[in-house]
């Protein structure tokens, strides 16, 4: 089974500083791993993926993560922050479940709050 | 065309009423799935269609009742719901390759359903 942890359900940061957001995994197969954004009454907004390849990954909005088989993490990180970054941010799990279908897996979310 | 369609954004309904949510895609995905996502939690799976085909159920009570006409529409028809079903209802699509996991989702904008 795969699970996800997000360490921090609420990071408050100043605009132009950076910041980390935490996400730890757990599964017994290869998996997938995704960072998404949900603004306030919106849908989910895919931020960025890793599947294979470099572990560092660059995605939408200036934001980027390092997948860490090791320490079993996807950390997500923005060196400079804006008030229009202000949203829930989940991490995301996939692989194949025991039926053979794919599913999505979600940590529990992280409220990031920038202060202008 | 990236998109994924969900009518009506907005929904109030009493609990003797019958209505239907509605998710729409053209992006040729075979995969399409219904999340309920109360304030403040992340989104939990409902049910995922592969292929047209019930694929998950994930133990959600029969007043939900998912409909898949073809590839690109998915419904969610709603009987004698209870306050507490209020929620936001999310569909997503993605690419269905079998045993090799989800490797992107794209979500609607949900619909905020009130159960008064």
């Known amino acids: 089974a795969q699970s996800v942890t997000q360490l921090d359900s609420q990071v408050p940061v100043f605009e132009e500083a950076p910041v980390e957001l935490r996400c730890n995994y757990s599964?017994?197969?290869?998996?997938?791993l995704f960072w998404y954004v949900q603004y306030p009454n919106q849908g989910l907004q895919l931020l960025l993926k890793y599947l294979s390849g470099s572990t560092l990954v660059k995605g939408i909005n200036g934001f980027e993560a390092e997948f860490n088989k090791s320490q079993t993490s996807f950390h997500l990180r923005k060196p400079s922050v804006h008030i229009s970054d202000t949203a829930e941010y989940f991490c995301?799990?996939?692989?194949?479940?025991?039926?053979?279908?794919?599913?999505?897996?979600f940590g529990t979310g992280t409220r990031l709050t920038v202060i202008p | 065309d990236t998109e994924v369609t969900q009518t009506p954004k907005h929904l109030v309904m009493g609990m003797t009423n019958k209505k239907s949510l509605k998710c729409e895609q053209h992006m040729g995905h075979r995969a399409m799935y219904w999340y309920k996502q109360k304030a403040k939690k992340p989104p939990e799976l409902m049910f995922v269609?592969?292929?047209?085909?019930?694929?998950i159920n994930e133990s959600v009570p029969s007043r939900f009742s998912p409909e898949c006409p073809n590839s690109s529409l998915l419904n969610l028809h709603l009987h004698a719901l209870q306050p507490e079903d209020s929620a936001l209802y999310l569909c997503?699509?993605?690419?269905?390759?079998?045993?090799?996991?989800?490797?992107?989702?794209?979500f609607g904008q949900g619909t905020r359903l009130t159960v008064v």
């Open positions: 997503a699509s993605s690419q269905e390759v079998v045993g090799q996991g989800l490797t992107e989702a794209f």
């Open positions: 599964s017994s197969v290869s998996v997938y």
């Open positions: 269609y592969s292929y047209e085909k019930l694929s």
């Open positions: 995301a799990v996939s692989a194949p479940d025991q039926t053979g279908a794919n599913n999505l897996f």
